[in-house]
C-alpha cells in the first residue's frame, strides 16, 4: 500500500523545519494521487492520520504531512497552499564532467 511507503519516506527522524515542509507536502501530494477515487476522501484521510499519528513527535516530515491531512478535513473546506520543493541547480554538465 503506497499510505505505508509514503510513510516510512517520511519517518527518518529529525530534519531540520524548512526540508520538513517540503518533504511533508510532496508527502501529502503522493498519498492524494494514489487514493482510491471510489472511497470516501474523509474515511481515507483519518486512516491515513491514524496511521501516520504515532511518528508525529518523532518526526517533523511526518508531522506536516498529518497536519495537511487534518487541515483537509476541516469544514468549511479552505484551500491548502500545497509547496513544491524549490529549484536547484546540481552541477549539469560540470558535474557530469568532473565525474569523469
Known sequence: MLLNRTISQLA???VPQEQADAMGHLGYMQWLGALNG???YSAQAKQAYARAQPFIHTC????VFCELLLR?????????????????????????????
Open 38 to 40: 471510489n472511497a470516501s
Open 60 to 63: 517533523p516530515a511526518v508531522a
Open 72 to 100: 483537509s478535513t476541516r469544514t468549511p473546506l479552505t484551500p491548502l497552499k500545497l509547496k513544491l520543493p524549490q529549484k536547484r541547480r546540481r552541477g549539469g554538465a560540470k558535474a557530469r564532467r568532473g565525474a569523469l
Open 12 to 14: 527518518i527522524g529529525h
